[in-house]
């Protein structure tokens, strides 16, 4: 008797190319690996750009989706949908489009069909001023999406989709696998938007397994979201294999060059980048440093290197794809990942799969995993200034670090994370049977 594929139903909130973060780099990857796997996995986007691989992924765009308003359970599951009414603005993932427009009003719309009792929300899938209007429509869509749909489980990547997760789980019955790739904590230090915290705890509670990405995340949402430890288990990002590829540098034909690559936000560290700069250029006034992302401390620093007169050496390039990302890591010699609490981080280890040598923060996930790069507390500027000019005064010590980690990253293949969340899902499904 053949046996039966295991179909999961999963909620992201971006898919490449159209991007702002890991969070869509590791979605792909993780589905790619899930479908070696034999698992047939439904992905659902707020929207489809009309760029996404739709012969080897199978979609479902939430623009498209018509809500039966006139179902029995649409007023029972629209009350437990809690909609709040925010001041603050939430943009935990800020592309170069959302900042500068980032006080305009974008809101969704609905087009109601009276006749057919439906209706339809119109969602941006960015991460603008409307976000919890639109997480929360999309968990609504998700409604209308496990009635449609046969599927074995549910897996909801981030806070942006738990709410829609826990809807299909309460209209299907099927078991809920929450995917923690960051917390309000992470993003936000101690000063924590209390409505994302709710939805991220009651995502947490309300799942049969959640998946960390770190021990560093499954610790904080044990002691911070009150989570059983029982329910917790660890599967580790990795990066999708590529040829190791090293770009001419055209533009700074002789220059050193040292890259931060991430959102300009308080948890990727950027101000500790910069600081770390100054002193580097003490030592070696040729060194040019590269920051590449947007976000909402962006300003903050371009004001803070002019202050410290060294914007002849700083470069600010804004957001790049992934073609000008790859680039930029070929024209790097030192990348530097100085994040005060980042979950896991991928950024390093596509700057090691480009044979770059790399330094990252003790506070990072990826640091539990690698062996072959150099490690700091992010708010050591002395030590990470001494490590940067280390890697480039010592060239053998460079070349050693991009050729090991080169090798280590290579060993980090999506295809084994997946077998791991596969076993997870069979799990989950063994345990309420």
Not at 348 to 357: K, N
Request: contains cysteine; neutral net charge.
């Amino acid at each position: 008797m053949k046996k039966k594929r295991l179909r999961a139903l999963m909620f992201g909130w971006e898919f490449p190319p159209q991007i702002s973060g890991g969070l869509g780099t590791a979605c792909y990857g993780l589905v790619s690996g899930l479908i070696q796997h034999n698992v047939d996995v439904l992905f659902v986007v707020p929207k489809l750009y009309g760029k996404e691989d739709t012969d080897k992924f199978r979609f479902v765009d939430a623009n498209k989706v018509a809500v039966n308003f006139d179902h029995p359970s649409f007023n029972e599951n629209l009350k437990k949908i809690s909609y709040l009414e925010i001041n603050s603005r939430i943009i935990p993932y800020v592309s170069p489009e959302e900042f500068a427009t980032s006080q305009e009003s974008t809101f969704s719309d609905v087009r109601i069909n009276n006749t057919a009792k439906t209706l339809q929300y119109t969602f941006t899938g960015k991460y603008g001023a409307d976000l919890i209007k639109e997480v929360q429509q999309y968990a609504m869509v998700a409604m209308q999406i496990a009635r449609d749909n046969e599927f074995d489980i549910i897996h909801a990547h981030d806070w942006l989709t738990y709410q829609a997760g826990i809807v299909a789980k309460e209209i299907s019955g099927k078991p809920l696998v929450v995917h923690v790739h960051a917390t309000e904590f992470d993003r936000s230090g101690e000063h924590v938007n209390q409505d994302v915290y709710n939805i991220e705890r009651a995502g947490f509670h309300a799942a049969d397994t959640i998946i960390a990405v770190s021990r560093l995340t499954r610790r904080i949402l044990i002691d911070r979201y009150d989570v059983p430890p029982h329910k917790v288990v660890v599967v580790h990002n990795a990066v999708v294999p590529r040829s190791k590829v090293i770009y001419k540098k055209e533009n700074l034909l002789d220059k050193q060059i040292v890259t931060f690559l991430g959102r300009i936000t308080f948890q990727k560290g950027p101000d500790y980048f910069v600081e770390a700069a100054k002193k580097v250029l003490e030592q070696l006034p040729d060194v040019h440093f590269v920051m590449a992302g947007h976000g909402d401390m962006y300003i903050k620093l371009v004001e803070r290197v002019a202050e410290l007169r060294m914007s002849s050496r700083f470069h600010f390039t804004g957001f790049l794809n992934s073609a000008e990302t790859d680039k930029m890591y070929g024209m790097t010699n030192v990348y530097v990942m100085p994040s005060v609490s980042e979950p896991f981080g991928i950024t390093p280890l596509e700057a090691m799969r480009s044979g770059v040598p790399v330094i990252i923060s003790n506070q990072s996930g990826v640091a539990e995993v690698l062996k072959y790069v150099i490690k700091v507390d992010f708010w050591d500027t002395n030590i990470l200034a001494d490590s940067i000019c280390g890697l480039l005064n010592y060239p053998k010590i460079s070349k050693t670090l991009a050729e090991e980690g080169y090798k280590e990253v290579d060993g980090l293949k999506w295809e084994y994370a997946a077998l791991r969340v596969k076993e997870v899902y069979q799990e989950t499904l063994n345990q309420l049977r």
